[in-house]
């Protein structure tokens, strides 16, 4: 396992990291004695960060990692994520700030999060999802920072909202965030246009999350595969979605059939390829994935022709969120 530096914040941490969103739930059936399986090897085969959220089967991935951290020697940086208040998700551009992040929540909300992750001080601390509606008084942000001198966090940011990720360009630069997290995977190659330079130039540590595309860049989809109503799937594939990402898939594969590298591996590699990427954090949920998935960063660079090749893939879809 390679690591990297984390932006500024003096920390380094594994080029693969361990996506903790399905032992949390809404991915079908999920068994806690494979997740923890998961844990175990990931971070024998040196994964050194765990993203998990708040939302993560109401606490329940939080709680597992922070019961299971006590069994491990290692330090490891866990990010965390605070939803905002009741309301519009994503926020919409007439969402007050102080309605959807007011500081008496976000502290109850932050007292949740260390009690659940049994610790004292939140390594990492994200806002779920944004609005550009905020960036010019962006006082959760303050709140955050004056928790962060208060030493109940030691880093904060927050996840992009899907439909408007470059909303945290501005942010970056005006020195409000320490790291964020983004969606950077071959469909969704739109961050290398400025959030990746920006966070280079202004040392924002960057978590890559969904290099998959929910598991459709794995490549194992025929394209009728159903998901139980609980799955999150069956609302992010609904109608053709699925079926578009995998044909949009086998032409990548077929493209790339000689390239020596299987698909989750390519879709991790071009994640990791882009020099501001601090972290990749695929979804792991069995021991399998996990020793599959923290093997790819001692793979060979990908070569820069393969790269190129891959640059044509970019898919510009939009996000799905609910319906057609
Ligand atoms: N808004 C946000 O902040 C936000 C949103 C989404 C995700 N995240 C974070 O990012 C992480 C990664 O995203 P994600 O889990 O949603 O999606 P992802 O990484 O694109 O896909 C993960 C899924 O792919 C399958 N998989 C994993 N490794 C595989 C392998 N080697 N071969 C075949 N299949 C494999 C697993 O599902 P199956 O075994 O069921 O196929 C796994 O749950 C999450 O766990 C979470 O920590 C954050």
């Known amino acids: 396992m390679k690591y990297r530096k984390f932006g500024n914040t003096g920390l380094e941490v594994s080029e693969i990291g361990f996506g903790a969103w399905a032992i949390g739930g809404s991915w079908g059936d999920q068994k806690d004695s494979d997740s923890l399986e998961a844990l175990e090897i990931a971070l024998d085969q040196g994964v050194n960060f ?19 951290l006590k069994s491990r020697p290692e330090a490891v940086t866990v990010c965390t994520k ?42 990492v601390l994200l806002l779920h999802t944004w609005t550009r509606a905020w960036n010019d008084r962006p006082v959760a942000l303050e709140i955050l920072q004056k928790m962060k001198s208060e030493g109940l966090i030691k880093q904060i940011g927050i996840s992009t ?56 860049l794995t490549g194992k989809y025929k394209g009728d595969e159903q998901f139980g109503k609980d799955d999150f799937r069956s609302n992010y594939f609904a109608g053709d979605r699925l079926a578009r990402g995998v044909r949009r898939t086998e032409a990548i594969k077929e493209e790339l059939k000689d390239s020596g590298y299987t698909m ?20 792991i949920r069995n021991q399998n994935q996990a020793l599959q998935n923290t093997a790819v960063s001692d793979l060979p660079e990908l070569p820069e022709d393969l790269l190129m090749r891959l640059r044509e893939h970019s898919w510009n879809r939009g996000f799905w969120y609910g319906g057609k």
């Open 264 to 283: 989750p591996q390519l879709a991790l590699k071009f994640a990791m390829t882009h020099e501001a990427v601090s972290t990749v954090i695929p979804g």
């Open 82 to 123: 605070t939803p905002p208040a009741a309301g519009k998700w994503p926020p919409s551009p007439y969402c007050k700030i102080e309605e959807r992040y007011p500081e008496k929540y976000l502290r109850e909300n932050v007292e949740e999060r260390l009690t659940n992750l049994q610790t004292s001080s939140l390594d």
């Open 50 to 68: 765990i993203d998990t959220a708040a939302g993560y089967g109401n606490g329940k991935s939080e709680r597992i990692i922070g019961e299971f």
């Open 161 to 216: 909202p899907e439909h408007d990720q470059n909303c945290v360009v501005q942010l970056m630069r005006d020195g409000v965030i320490d790291v964020l997290q983004v969606i950077y995977n071959i469909f969704e190659q739109e961050p290398a246009a400025q959030i990746l330079p920006v966070a280079k130039e202004t040392g924002t540590g960057i978590i890559v999350r969904v290099a998959f595309d929910e598991g459709v």
